[in-house]
T-cell receptor
């Protein structure tokens, strides 16, 4: 069964304290792994797409990496404005499966 | 460039009624996907339309249906509403289909908050 599991469910960091979010997946025929950020009351905001193991992408303080079984979203020196829920999703032959998300709270 | 727009933003309906939600994709985007988001189940894929054809469908009952018009705008319909249909319904658009592009980006609208009483 295709599924996505994210951990931890919630993460509290001090401003500047780097950490990583995990997304493990089982999917037949991975066509892409996606990271989104969602703020309360808003739709998810696209961050990254990763296609193959070993691929990495960066955007400001965020860096996403991909292996054959999981993906990590590394947050370097986070700021309070990085507080949000981060969602991971995989695509299998055009169907999307989302994880339940990691709620990140960065305190000043 | 305007983003994905969804109307209405909020809706309150009674059990047994039906509802139609609308989504306008980013200009030039031909694929529109619909999702249901609830606190208990998270984000769940409903269906995807491309060039007016439903290309993929999630595991939802037949009460949930949709269509896409020639201008890529899409509507989603839910008939015989149940209390459990209360959710945030999100629409997302992209240039093409996820499995057929080497560089795929999907953009979400703000959602329609549906409350069934």
């Amino acid at each position: 069964e295709d599924q996505v599991t994210q951990s931890p469910e919630a993460l509290r960091l001090q401003e500047g304290e780097s950490s990583s979010l995990n997304c493990s997946y089982t999917v037949s025929g991975l066509r892409g792994l996606f990271w989104y950020r969602q703020d309360p009351g808003k739709g998810p905001e696209f961050l990254f797409t990763l296609y193959s193991a070993g691929e990495e992408k960066e955007k400001e303080r965020l860096k996403a990496t991909l292996t054959k079984k999981e993906s990590f979203l590394h947050i370097t020196a986070p700021k309070p404005e990085d507080s949000a829920t981060y969602l991971c999703a995989v695509c299998n032959f055009n169907k999307f499966y989302f994880g339940s998300g990691t709620k990140l709270n960065v305190k000043p | 460039k305007a983003g994905v727009t969804q109307t209405p933003r909020y809706l309150i309906k009674t059990r047994g009624q039906q509802v139609t939600l609308s989504c306008s994709p980013i200009s030039g985007h031909r694929s529109v996907s619909w999702y249901q988001q609830t606190p208990g189940q998270g984000l769940q894929f409903l269906f995807e339309y491309f060039s007016e054809t439903q290309r993929n469908k999630g595991n939802f009952p037949g009460r949930f249906s949709g269509r896409q018009f020639s201008n890529s705008r899409s509507e989603m319909n839910v008939s015989t509403l149940e209390l459990g249909d209360s959710a945030l319904y999100l629409c997302a658009s992209s240039l093409g289909l996820a499995g057929e592009q080497s560089s795929y980006e999907q953009y979400f609208g703000p959602g329609t908050r549906l409350t069934v009483t």
